[in-house]
Each structure stands twice: as C-alpha cells, then as structure tokens.
C-alpha cells in the first residue's frame, strides 16, 4: 500500500494558523473514519494528537483540530507556538491488515 | 498509566536474525492489541505489524514471510521476532499499544542496525 501524501513542509508565525493535507485515496483515507495524526520532536517518540478524524486525546491542547474530505484529512494547528516545531504524520486504516502512514510534514514556527 | 518499553536492539549482519521484546504495563497483552511501527534514519513512519488480543496477528508487506509478531500473556510481553534482516530494515522500531485504530501510546524506540 502507499505512503498517503503529505507537503514536506509547512510554516507559520507564533500565533498563527497552519493546516496539513493528507491524501489517500478511496480505499484507505476516503473509506474509513479511522484517520489519525502524530506529532514527533526531533530524537523523540511519535505522539498521538488526533485519532477516528477529529477527536482528541487527553491532555492534548485544544488548538489542534482534525477534519476530513473524501480522500483528504487535515491537521490545523491554530494559534501556533514555538513547541508546535516538530515532524507530523498522518496515519490511516486500510481494511483488513492495511495500515499506512503518511509521508510526514515539518512544521516550522518562524 | 500505559507504558511500552522495548530492548533487544543492536547490530546485525544482513541475513542474519534478531527479537525485540516489548515489555506492556499498565494494560494486559491479553485484552488489547499491541503493534510494531519503525523508521528508517531521516526518513518516515512506517508500520510493521500487530497482534491482537486473541492471538491473531497482520504484517505489512515489506516484511511478511521474514518478521512474525508473538506474545507471552504470563510476562505481558509482545515479541517481534525479524529474520533474514537487509540493510532495508535499519532503524528505530517502536512498540506501540494500538486502540480505536490508532497508535495511542509509544515505547522509547529500540535501535537495530543491519551491517556488515
């Protein structure tokens, strides 16, 4: 299965709004609402921002937001702050044993 | 709290094999499913495989026939068991506890270097 596509790069100003695409295609993204996101420092674990599209874990500020579009799901990180750098990746179910990430999105904060 | 933490990891020569414990607390192996992402140097994530909670498990196919996934209830321990490793399979690999088809929470990541 492929990687879904990501833009390489993002950026904003502190305070700011950036959004992040995420295209599959009709048998992965399109097809399940099991669209999730992962946020990763440098050096560090992946960790769990978004999951099933728009909800959010515990302890997860409510400034990250998930939506989806037929094949295309979208990460917004609104009022941007400068711990908000990182890599992002999106994740979605394939059916049956079909797991596929994302190709990842630097996000930086100017 | 949950928590993965994972060991095993070190330098192999490329055919050769290599097992990854991944040690669970805070839930039980038995009742929840648990799955293996890794990630090459400087590039993505990519997922591995998962075992679920009766024992069945599903592999990417990068490293079906090679790579098999197992757990010990009694130790509540997951085990990626990787054979005829390539240079392809260099990188960190992350055990993760998998739920609501999400990967929820990550252990620290275990090193494998595959090198002659």
């Known amino acids: 299965q492929s990687a879904l596509t990501q833009p390489p790069s993002a950026s904003g100003s502190p305070g700011q709004s950036v959004t992040i695409s995420c295209t599959g295609t009709s048998s992965d993204v399109g097809g399940y609402n099991y669209v999730s996101w992962y946020q990763q420092h440098p050096g560090k674990a992946p960790k769990l921002m978004i999951y099933?599209?728009?909800k959010r874990p515990s302890g997860v500020p409510d400034r990250f937001s998930g939506s989806k579009s037929g094949n295309t799901a979208s990460l917004t990180v609104s009022g941007l702050q400068a711990e908000d750098e990182a890599d992002y990746y999106c994740h979605s179910y394939g059916g049956g044993n079909n797991r596929v990430f994302g190709t990842g999105t630097k996000v930086t904060v100017l | 709290e949950v928590q993965l933490v994972e060991s095993g990891g070190s330098l192999v020569q490329p055919g050769g094999s290599l097992r990854l414990p991944c040690a669970a607390s805070?839930?039980?192996?038995?009742?929840?499913?648990v799955s293996w992402v890794r990630q090459a140097p400087g590039k993505g994530l990519e997922w591995v495989s998962v075992i679920y909670s009766d024992g069945n498990t599903g592999s990417a196919d990068s490293v079906k026939g090679r790579f098999s996934v197992s757990k010990d209830n009694s130790r509540n321990t997951v085990y990626l068991q990787m054979n005829s490793l390539t240079p392809d399979d260099t990188g960190v690999y992350y055990c993760t506890h998998l739920k609501f088809f999400a990967f929820q929470v990550w252990g620290q990541g275990t090193m494998v270097t595959v090198s002659s």
């Open positions: 099933e599209v728009n």
């Open positions: 805070g839930f039980r192996v038995s009742d929840e499913f």
